[in-house]
Each structure stands twice: as structure tokens, then as C-alpha cells.
């Protein structure tokens, strides 16, 4: 049994994950979106990496009861009804619908782990559920990874610092789960920055991406820290 994480999913296959539990973080922003989509009433919520087979997907459902979302360099694809902001996801517009989702990292981590043996998805916003689906994996006897999405195979900070927390809340674990290298990095890091989370996520590199965007609320929204207690879990090819 062990606590893992993988700043990035560069040069993890498959196998990586088999009989393990994944919790997949984008904090900035596909996890929180995802949260904030089943907080606010979606039925689900269909992950997948390819923008083309969102679309082809979402086609073959019933306009009533689904939405197609989703964003590449954090801009809203042409043709969707919905980009990857947190806050285009209202109760007016999912509400018992299934929504199909592309995202440039946090979709393409999830589809990648899915052969995880359990397998859900945490942010900031989320930090205890997930927290308590960690803990629970690490009773049941399985190795668990904080897989971190990053940006196009890169570290991304605010991943890191989410991991980082994860490992805190779960270092006491009874079981004393040894940690790799990912997992001591990710916890100094957050240690760090533990006082002021909201203001290390202001110096990511992604923040400046979503500002240059127009974004940059987002940013503030993605950090309050266990404002849900969602935990998008993935079975059957949807996280509900
Ligand atoms: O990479 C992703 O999956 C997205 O979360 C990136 S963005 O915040 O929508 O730009």
C-alpha cells in the first residue's frame, strides 16, 4: 500500500494504474467544473479527450437532456454550447442533463487512468471528499495516486499544491503509506504556500493564461478550498 502522485501524466501508460485508485486533480479549472456540474444537478457528466468524438457523442443524445462542453488553450470550442468555466455550469443550464466534456488535460487524465480500479475526480473545491476517497482506498488495502493533470505534459502548480494537500490530509493515514518522490515534493510545496493557498494559485502560470483569456475569476472560484462535498466518481464510462 502507498501514497503516490504524478505531477503529470507525461509517460504513464495504462498499466500504470491497474488496480490502483486514481484521483485525477485539475484544479485549474476541469475538475472544478466537473464539481460544480454535479453540485448544480447534471445527471453526469461523459469525460472524453477527443474534441471530435464529443461532438460525434453528443449527437447521438437527446438535446433535451444533454449539453456538449468543453475548451481547448481554455477556449470555448466552436459549435459547443458551454466552454470549461465553472461558472457557465448553472442549475439552469444542466440540471438533469448528461454532459459530454473535452478538455485540453483533465478529460485526456481521466480517459487515460480508466482502467484504474476505482477512479474519481478532486480539486480545492473538493479537497475533503477527496480526501476521504483517498483514505478510504488506503483502508481497503490499495495503492492510491493523486494523478495531476497538468498543462500539455508539464507541471502546473496549483495541481501540485491540491496534491500537495491531499498528502497532508492523508499522511496520519494508520496504514502509513510510504510516499514517492511526486508525493514529497507535492507536500513541501504545499506546505509552503499552506497560508495563503488562494494567493500561490495567483502566480500559476495557467492564471495568466485564463486572465489573458478574460478568465481570470475562474481563478478565485477554483480556490475556495472544501466548498463541496462532490466527488465526481467514474463508472461506466460517466463521472456521477
Ligand atoms: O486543461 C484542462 O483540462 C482545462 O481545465 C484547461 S482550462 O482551464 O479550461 O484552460
Request: aromatic letters at 4%; charged letters at 20%.
Amino acid at each position: 500500500m502507498s501514497l503516490s502522485v504524478a505531477l503529470s501524466p507525461a509517460g504513464l501508460d495504462a498499466e500504470a494504474f491497474d488496480g490502483r485508485a486514481v484521483l485525477v486533480v485539475d484544479v485549474l479549472r476541469a475538475s472544478t467544473t466537473v464539481v460544480t456540474a454535479l453540485q448544480n444537478g447534471a445527471r453526469a457528466v461523459i469525460p472524453v479527450a477527443d474534441k471530435g468524438e464529443a461532438g460525434r457523442l453528443a449527437a447521438t443524445l437527446d438535446r433535451d437532456v444533454s449539453v456538449l462542453g468543453g475548451e481547448r488553450g481554455g477556449e470555448k470550442l466552436a459549435g459547443f454550447a458551454l466552454g470549461n468555466s465553472p461558472r457557465e455550469y448553472t442549475e439552469a443550464a444542466v440540471a438533469g442533463k448528461t454532459v459530454v466534456l473535452t478538455t485540453t488535460n483533465g478529460t485526456a487524465a481521466l480517459v487515460r487512468a480508466r482502467g484504474a480500479a476505482r477512479l474519481a475526480m478532486g480539486a480545492l473545491v473538493n479537497a475533503g471528499a477527496s480526501a476521504a476517497f483517498l483514505h478510504r482506498a488506503l483502508d481497503d488495502g490499495l495503492d492510491a495516486v493523486v494523478l495531476c493533470a497538468g498543462w500539455e505534459g508539464r507541471v502546473s502548480l496549483e495541481d501540485a499544491l491540491c496534491a500537495g494537500l491531499l498528502v497532508d490530509r492523508l499522511i496520519d493515514h494508520p496504514s502509513a503509506p510510504p510516499l514517492n518522490d511526486g508525493a514529497r515534493i507535492a507536500h513541501g510545496l504545499y506546505r509552503g504556500a499552506r497560508d495563503d493557498l488562494a494567493r500561490a494559485l495567483f502566480g500559476a502560470d495557467h492564471t495568466r493564461r485564463l486572465v489573458a483569456l478574460g478568465a481570470g475569476d475562474d481563478v478565485a472560484l477554483c480556490a475556495r478550498l472544501d466548498a463541496s462535498d462532490v466527488l465526481p466518481v467514474y463508472r461506466d464510462n460517466r463521472l456521477v
